[in-house]
């Protein structure tokens, strides 16, 4: 067994090995790692690689995180070993020496072991699990009885010496290029029990994927704070920070918070990335008669469009596809947010800045007097923003924004209770739109349900299927495979509820029957709500009942 037949069986094409190595033959380094850097291949499989290929073991998590480092050095090199990704693991067995690899193929190590006449036999890691070991070992070198207890009060000095080894740097950044490769929009690193744990929110859901020992919390933990502009020894109130990185090629915001919790801090870095973001009104998922409602409103010139939903529902990306179907140099776009986090071309992007008075209402204000044609504002949260901006559509301005509630009529009320004049919202107000996004299933390892039939009758999904001329479902259920992290799901797709704010609408008493007049209405109409939208994308095979049910309740 050589390494080309490994990595054939571990997906890599024939087209690929030989543009690697033809590489390898002209620039030289390992076949795995050009491949690794083509996209051939996800490092994650990197370790089965390797184990395959030698017959190794490779290593586990109740391995790494119980590893205490041996006392003596036998005479090895350590530094040497440790540059080129090998470290002794346990005290030698036999004569045998047991080392921990994340390169147990590097020429360098083996000649070494092999001149020495030293028998080994390696265990495979992956890079992160031997960064980890590796902050062990430099810990257990500088003071083996050190504490986090006492760690925890040491100078600012020591805390950015520690935040600035090479272990530390080289583990935050596996980390973060782990996170981008796993397609994660947020890592969180907090104390559980005796350690901090790491995890990524893939997809809208969150995923454990490794466990970083406890003494090891203060120099990562310091190592953020400084690249987000922290203060270090500040460990008792809240902070927030930025860090501007290239990653792959790729230039990366990420927005860091600090928490303080009861053992520790809990960090949380969100990865604005421009390069997977496309505003494309087709990559919403719509459905066809969504789509020609809202293509009707777009093209008015006056009016609020609102759009509801919870936190990380995809409001204001929803709202940015819009302004960049709006996008056009006859136009004026201006928009209002807190915080700007992606440049749209073509648009005048505003930054509230509430701590020196420069709130939504204030910029609403500041707004309207640049003769604008769209308006977006990021939130309604006030009557006041909430009547400026009523007011901005009825003089001829298009309005679009954002308020929290759980379905479309609901918004109605919403703006109710916060004081606006029902006549204002009736004047001014074009269409609601309630907003979810669900995961898409992977495409890749995606297979049908067995018994589609009794699955739509307990869901009372026939009618649905009728009314849209599906003969036969497409319902599918989540398996997982490599190229989707083994969650069976790959992205996500819109679920929309839809609400034309018409005459009839409008003519509604607004007392305690509104919304369940109104829903009848809607659905009188054909107007889907939020959980038809939803089943009607799992009959399609796009996403399945239990994501539908989870984020639709």
Known sequence: MNLEFVLAEHGVNSED???AKEYKARAGGSLEKILLNMGSFSEEL???????????????????????????TYGLPNKFL?????????????????????????????????????????????ETDFDMLTLKQLDSDKDPTASVALLSDIEEDRLRELASETPTVNLLNSLITKALRMRASDMHIEPVGERYRVRFRIDGVLHDTDTLPERLQLPIISRLKILSGMDIAEKRRPQDGKIEMRVANVFLDIRVSALP??????????????????????????EHDTYAAIAEDLAKTSGVILMTGPTGSGKTTTLYTFL???????????TLEDPVEYQLAGLNQVQVKPEI?????????????????????????????????????????LVFSTVHTNDAPSAYTRL????????????????????????????????????????MQEHNMQNLASRFGLQDSNLRQARGCEKCA????????????????????????????????????????????????????????????????????
């Open 486 to 553: 083994n969650t069976g799901y790959n992205g996500r797709v819109a679920i929309i509820e839809y609400l034309r704010c018409d005459d009839h609408v409008r003519s509604i008493a607004k007392d305690d029957q509104f919304l369940i007049n109104v829903r009848k209405y809607n659905s009188a109409q054909g107007v889907r709500n939020l959980l038809e939208d939803g089943l009607l994308k799992a009959l399609q095979g796009k996403t399945t009942i239990d994501e539908v049910y989870r984020v639709c309740g």
């Open 357 to 397: 008075g420069f709130d939504f209402t204030a910029g609403l204000r500041s707004i309207v007097r640049q003769d604008p044609d769209v308006i977006m504002v990021g939130e309604i949260r006030d009557k006041e923003t909430c009547e400026i901006a009523m007011q901005a559509a009825l003089t001829g301005h």
């Open 416 to 455: 109710l209770d916060l004081g606006v004049e029902e006549f204002l919202l009736n004047a001014a107000l074009v269409s609601i739109m309630a907003q979810r996004l669900v995961r898409k299933l992977c495409d890749d390892c995606a297979v049908p349900v067995l018994d589609s039939n009794s699955l």
């Open 82 to 126: 440790q540059n080129n990704g090998w470290l002794l693991f346990s005290e030698p067995d036999g004569g045998e020496h047991t080392f921990v690899c994340k390169s147990p193929l590097n020429w360098d190590v083996t000649q070494y072991l092999n001149n020495e006449n030293l028998a080994y036999n390696c265990i495979i890691a992956s």
């Open 261 to 286: 919790v009861n053992k520790g801090e809990s960090m949380v870095m969100r990865f604005l990335r421009k390069d997977v973001l496309t505003y494309d009104i087709d990559s919403l998922g719509l």
């Open 324 to 334: 960049n179907q709006l996008n056009d140099d006859d136009l004026k776009i201006i």
């Open 17 to 19: 090995l030989d543009k």
């Open 46 to 72: 990197l370790p089965s690689v390797y184990s395959q290929l030698l017959q190794c073991d490779i290593l586990t998590e109740q391995q790494r995180d119980a590893w205490i480092p041996p006392e003596k």
